[in-house]
């Protein structure tokens, strides 16, 4: 038998001492945070201009596979005017789990979209009273993000996630909630190549958002956020009349959330958006090549145009922006757990804290109801900047550092594709109580260890293997 030299064991010794302190030393920031969590609660971060109105929020939760996280709860919230929690709503008395979408009602009553794992549930909310005024429960529509309440007992649903023996049923739907009859449907596949976002799967269109535009009820708004666009669909001839983007032009949109129809004073049809994996807020205007581009013209998609007039990134995973009269925007700022108004120049002069995920969240008369960027002479590309020093935005600087790290190198491109995936990804996994660069810490640690695990095995399988022999009598 061979005997290792002395020094070669000294050598071991070291390597593997300096593997535990530099373990240690990675571990050592999580367990600090254990003992004094960062967390992040409901409540203020930057107010420089209160609002006039209390602002709703949705607060999605985390959850995979059909299961919550209790530490990371789904709940319905109201900020006052200095963005301090008014009320909360947890959903138990209509078994919801998880709540989307939020639309104010002309009588200040509010329309929740909410799930449970094994289909949807779609009720008003007086929050005066705190009372369930009407529910409507869709069993087998699982994961439903948005419904919309037209009046005289008809519900608007946007249906994703329905594909049945391998063939997305994908539609847009309404039910007539009096007698359970669907009165119109529209199905994606009847009107997109099987082939858009790489053929049929179980999440074929994830269909995230659904209203009525214009006057009246003929003209559905639709967002395929799988399908990198936003349309218009004509009620009356099953046309789509309106599209913004195209499957994998991601330059235009990339997976965005809840698309808001406005006009111009003229009339020219804008669509703000939240660009959600381009990590901005967008504002496009139709044009036409001087043939009237306004909603009921009778123009075809095909023979218009959008143009981007304005936009604001550096958020992480909007999904949601409404217009406010005065002129600034709403947005939910998603994996930084906030929603903030912002000024046309990206000024943060409002921020809420919103854990976890928030998805939805609305202030005054239903929708976006300000001006377009347009017509209130403020155009072009800006970051948003500003909010609170402490605020989870400010956090979160993980990514940031990733893209900077390649930046003015041959990988760059690569590095932010990379940063972009960790910033959207990493939110989901973090406890609670870790910070981003302490989650980091932490799971370079685990690899660490696992890789260290694995060469002391390597170098001990012999032994290893003698050892079980021995044990189990093997020859």
Known sequence: ???????????????????????????????????????????????????????????????????????????????????????????????AVWFYEVDPLPDGNLFVTSTYPDGTIAFEYDPDTDEVVQRHELPGLVDTHSTAWLGDGRLLVANMRATEDGVPEDRLFVRNTTTGETVWEWRFRNHYPNGTDGGFDGDWTHVNDVETVGDGDRYVLASPRNFDQVIVVDRRTGNVVMRLGEDGEYGTLNEQHN????????????????????????????????????????????????????????????????????????VTDTLNHRVVEVTPEGEVVWEFYAAWAPYDAERGAPGSNGPTMADRG??????????????????????????????????????????????????????????????????????LSVGWALVELAARRDRIAAGLRGRFGAG
């Not at 929020?57 to 990371?72: L, R, T, W």
């Not at 009778?298 to 936009?311: I, K, L, M, N, Y």
């Not at 400010?394 to 594709?417: F, K, L, M, N, W």
Request: glycine share 10%; charged share 20%.
């Open 259 to 330: 698309p808001d129809y406005l006009e111009r004073e003229d009339g020219t049809p804008v669509i703000l958006v939240a660009d959600s994996e381009n990590d901005r807020v967008v504002e496009y205007e139709r044009e036409c090549g001087g043939a009237d581009p306004r909603l009921g013209a009778g123009t075809s998609p095909t023979d218009c145009e959008w143009e981007q007039v304005w936009a604001v990134d550096g958020f992480n995973w909007p999904r949601d922006a409404d217009r406010l009269p005065n002129g600034n925007t709403l």
């Open 378 to 447: 403020t155009t072009g590309s800006f970051t948003v900047s500003g909010g609170a020093d402490d605020s989870p935005a400010a956090r979160y600087h993980v990514g940031d550092a990733i893209a900077a790290a390649g930046a003015g190198t041959p990988v760059e491109s690569q590095t932010e594709e990379l940063a972009t995936t960790y910033a959207h990804v990493e939110p989901w996994f973090r406890p609670v109580w870790m910070g981003s660069w302490t989650f980091l810490a932490f799971a370079v640690g685990v690899l």
């Open 1 to 95: 038998m061979e005997v290792p030299y002395v020094g070669e064991c000294s050598r071991r010794t070291l390597a593997r001492l300096s593997a535990a302190l530099v373990v240690l030393a990675l571990f050592a920031p999580a367990a600090y945070a254990a003992l004094d969590p960062e967390g992040i609660d409901l409540g203020p971060g930057t107010v420089e201009e209160p609002a006039d109105q209390r602002t709703y929020v949705s607060v999605q939760g985390f959850h995979f596979a059909g299961y919550g996280q209790p530490k990371k709860p789904a709940r319905l919230v109201a900020a006052d005017g200095d963005a301090e929690l008014a009320w909360l709503f947890e959903g138990d008395s209509v078994g």
